[in-house]
């Protein structure tokens, strides 16, 4: 979201490879996501004002002032990186079978945000006159079951990826 956040602030200051970028994100986010981005990025706006529109001036401390000032702040947490999602495996999950492969989209964006998915994307494999929804890669048929498992109340099954 704060990723949203900062290309919605930067399509609003006019920059056009900022707007393409959010014309993409639109169609990927859920729309709670991107409301929720937004309300972040008027957050930021007010918090701090766009480069440029405030004169800089060069700072004048000496390196013992920055030494103290640094040793009086506390050192900052980093979070623990995000784990790798594998961009290669011979397994996915099948989430259903459409008639409609907008139907199909439709599902795939309700479920996207789900922590199961972990970021995997959508295969859209057409079979006769239906589009199959199916989400991954994953490594393994037991880590492609182990997502199911965590889609409570969602029909899934892993599948061998062709």
């Known amino acids: 979201?704060?990723?949203?956040?900062?290309?919605?602030?930067?399509?609003?200051?006019?920059?056009?490879?900022?707007?393409?970028?959010?014309?993409?994100?639109?169609k990927l986010l859920p729309i709670e996501d991107r409301k929720k981005g937004v309300a972040l990025a008027i957050a930021k706006s007010k918090a701090a004002p766009p480069p440029g529109s405030q004169p800089t001036k060069p700072a004048k401390t000496t390196a013992a002032k920055a030494a103290k000032a640094a040793a009086a702040k506390p050192a900052a947490v980093t979070p623990p990186p995000a784990p790798a999602v594998p961009t290669s495996g011979s397994w996915r999950i099948q989430l259903g079978a459409f008639s409609q492969r907008s139907s199909a989209e439709a599902l795939y964006k309700k479920l996207s945000s789900a922590a199961a998915l972990g970021g995997r994307g959508p295969f859209y494999v057409a079979a006769g006159t239906v589009t199959r929804l199916q989400v991954g890669p994953f490594a393994s048929r037991a880590a492609a079951q182990s997502a199911c498992n965590a889609l409570k109340g969602q029909p899934c099954f892993p599948v061998a990826a062709k």
């Open 1 to 26: 979201m704060l990723g949203y956040a900062y290309v919605s602030r930067a399509a609003a200051q006019g920059l056009a490879p900022a707007r393409e970028t959010l014309d993409q994100l639109d």
